[in-house]
């Protein structure tokens, strides 16, 4: 990097080199800083370019179960499982992030295993308790809309995202302007609107269910939950976040639970409506569309889309080190479940795709943060 060239990271003691190209420096509870696209006035020919970076000194986390860093931990009746979903204890995408600005990431709350939600016998109503922790994302979470969509969790109390920011705000008042927000969702959305449709079941409020939902009403319930993420965002921006890093919604038709339930053979017997693989295509593509245009005045946003990357990793495994990309390298149902002790191979949390039938393994997880990286450094250079 020349002396001369606007820096994406100040470089203090202790620097590393990612392989995303960027550069991260630990020491002091932050990294460098981070090179806002920010407009500003003019300058003369001689002057040097004002310094516009943000030292990045704190992270704040929304989201569902892909950002989840450890909501579940009392639920699984492991001490030794922090209950993340992928393999345990293995890390997910943002605290891949966190790590880069020599940071940290600890869940907010602690739910405990619900009866109804996993099926396991004697295990009672779900609870929810508040530890404090900076990652307010929780597996299950909807945008804006209950019931949730946990498999293990209490699907009335797990916290949609814009309730996540709520709480936030309610103890915070503002954003720190040392800040990375890192937010993703829609995905838990678009598995509802299937689930109502297909299964028939009440994910859009009582007397939807029972094979009453059809696809068009589900195309506003995306389109709905669409302009309430863009909403969360608008809030983040507003109440003074300085760096805001924004997950596209993932298209989940082409992991093995889409493999399976959308296939040709499943929707034949088993949907009362069928949902092909096209359609789940489609309302991602709708919520991201929606996404992407509501954020697009706000120049602290930063946008990102893993999808090419997985698509990558699953045409070409090999240049990613994987073997499998087709099945769950987890014999739980549930990643948060997932341990060293329950992979179908000894190194399974690095050689497959998948933990369970939606969540990506530790590598899997790498492949998504190194995407968050590089969307990080592209909107540094146009800014520089």
Not at 302 to 308: F, G
């Amino acid at each position: 990097m020349k002396k001369s060239s606007v820096k994406a990271f100040r470089l203090t003691a202790m620097c590393v080199v990612l392989g995303s190209g960027l550069v991260a420096c630990g020491g002091g509870g932050g990294g460098g800083g981070y090179s806002l696209p920010i407009v500003t006035t003019p300058q003369k020919a001689d002057t040097p370019p004002p310094d516009t970076r943000v030292a990045i000194a704190s992270v704040t986390v929304f989201g569902d179960s892909l950002s989840d860093v450890g909501t579940y931990k009392a639920a699984t009746g492991d001490p030794a499982n922090p209950g993340k979903f992928t393999v345990n204890p293995g890390k997910v995408w943002v605290e891949n992030i966190a790590d880069f600005f020599g940071l940290g990431v600890t869940p907010n709350r602690s739910l405990t295993l619900d009866e109804t939600a996993s099926g396991v016998k004697g295990a009672g109503v779900g609870t929810a308790t508040v530890i404090g922790g900076n990652g307010y994302a929780e597996g299950g979470a909807r945008v804006d809309a209950l019931p949730s969509e946990s498999g293990i969790g209490n699907n009335q109390i797990v916290a949609p995202i814009s309730r996540q920011i709520t709480s936030y705000l309610a103890s915070h008042a503002k954003f720190p302007a040392s800040e990375l927000v890192v937010l993703d969702g829609g995905g838990n959305d678009t598995y509802a609107q299937f689930s109502s449709v297909c299964w028939g079941t009440d994910d859009n409020g009582p007397g939807t269910g029972s094979g009453n939902a059809t696809i068009a009403g589900a195309t506003s319930e995306i389109m709905t939950a669409a302009y309430s993420q863009v909403a969360n965002i608008k809030r983040i921006h507003d109440n003074g976040a300085p760096v805001v890093l924004v997950a596209a919604a993932s298209d989940w038709s082409g992991n093995p639970f889409g493999a399976h339930y959308l296939s040709d053979a499943y929707q034949a017997t088993g949907c009362y409506t069928k949902v092909p693989a096209s359609q789940i295509t489609a309302w991602t593509n709708q919520f991201n569309a929606i996404l992407k245009a509501g954020i697009a005045g706000m120049g602290n946003v930063v946008y990102m889309d893993a999808a090419a990357d997985f698509a990558d990793a699953v045409a070409n495994p090999s240049k990613y080190g994987f073997v499998n990309v087709d099945t769950p390298a987890c014999t739980v149902a549930s990643a948060a479940l997932c341990t060293a002790a329950t992979l179908r191979a000894p190194d399974a949390a690095t050689t497959y795709l998948w933990s369970d039938a939606f969540h990506p393994t530790p590598r899997g997880h790498q492949i998504f943060s190194d995407a968050a990286l590089n969307a990080l450094k592209a909107s540094t250079k146009k800014s520089s």
